[in-house]
Structures are given as C-alpha cells and as structure tokens.
C-alpha cells in the first residue's frame, strides 16, 4: 500500500488549504482513511477520519468547525479542506489506511499504513 500526501506549503493565517491523499496498492473503497498531523517536539495527534463509504466522519474537537474531510473513491483519493488556519495548525499533515474494516476512528493503532505526509505552515 502506497499514500501520497500533497497539498501543503506556507500560508498566512486565515487562509485555506485543501490536502490530497492517494492510496494504490489496495481495495480503495473498502478502506476507511483518517488525517493525522505531528507539530514540531509534539506527538502526533488525530485530525480526521472517514469511512469506505464516505457516510460516516469523525473530527478532532478542536478542529471541526475549520476542517472537512471528503473522499473520491474513483480517484482513490482523500481530501482534507482546512479554513480559517493558525499558526498552530503547523505541522506535517500524514494521512494513513485503516486496518480496521471501513472506519479506522481515532486511534492511530487501528491504522496500518502510512504516507510520508505534506507540511503545513502557518505564518502569523
């Protein structure tokens, strides 16, 4: 299973970003995706989460008012669409295949494969 993770770069606060995900190497509509992200000298924490299907979504607390997770499956591809960003929001952004069936949830051990990640940053 391969992920590519793109979409990042510098931005101001305020702005809007949309992250890509891509998946080869496995049965895409059948594998729940989730977000994740890793701030410098912090351990990584949950971002978003979506089923196979794409009828079910999980939000970190604190981010679901700004973000929106979203899939393609005949593109096998994820999307994450941030708004309204922080400088806090800076962070590599890694998206990850559930090894769960369909959802993976929050916990980064239902995840078993992971991309290299994009970076975000967020300038004040």
């Known amino acids: 299973v391969q992920l590519q993770a793109s979409g990042g770069g510098l931005v101001q606060a305020g702005d809007s970003l949309k992250l890509s995900c891509v998946v080869s190497?496995?049965?895409?509509?059948?594998?729940?995706i989730g977000w994740f992200r890793q701030a410098p000298g912090k351990e990584r924490e949950f971002v978003a989460a979506i089923s196979a299907a794409g009828n079910a979504k999980d939000y970190a607390d604190d981010l679901k008012e700004r973000i929106t997770i979203s899939r393609d499956n005949a593109k096998s591809t994820v999307f994450l669409q941030m708004s309204s960003l922080r400088p806090e929001d800076t962070a590599v952004y890694y998206c990850a295949t559930s090894s769960r069936p369909f959802f993976g949830g929050r916990s980064e051990n239902n995840y078993g494969s992971w991309g290299l990640g994009t970076q975000v940053t967020v300038s004040s």
């Open positions: 190497g496995r049965t895409f509509a059948t594998t729940g």
